[in-house]
């Protein structure tokens, strides 16, 4: 019989969009909305980054409008 890991993350959800990014955090089941700018979404990684628990972040490639969250979510290791 094979076993399953269960591992303990939060799932965040993405829209993505030119102007802004619609965030849902699995585990608090809260949304908000940030701007589609670096600083906005270096605020974002920064919270991230101080949270004990692993994350994982989900989005669909929209025309570039992706870029930006993508690069910094790299920069920020997450």
Avoid at 16 to 21: A, G, I, T, W, Y
Avoid at 41 to 59: A, D, G, N, R
């Amino acid at each position: 019989m094979k076993t399953t890991e269960v591992i303990d993350y939060m799932v965040i959800g993405v829209e993505v969009s030119e102007d802004k990014l619609d965030l849902y955090r699995s585990i608090t089941r809260k949304s908000e909305t940030i701007t589609n700018e670096v600083e906005s979404i270096e605020q974002f990684c920064k919270s991230l980054k101080k949270l004990k628990t692993p994350v994982m972040v989900v989005m669909e490639a929209t025309g570039g409008y992706e870029t930006l969250l993508v690069r910094a979510l790299n920069r920020f290791r997450l």
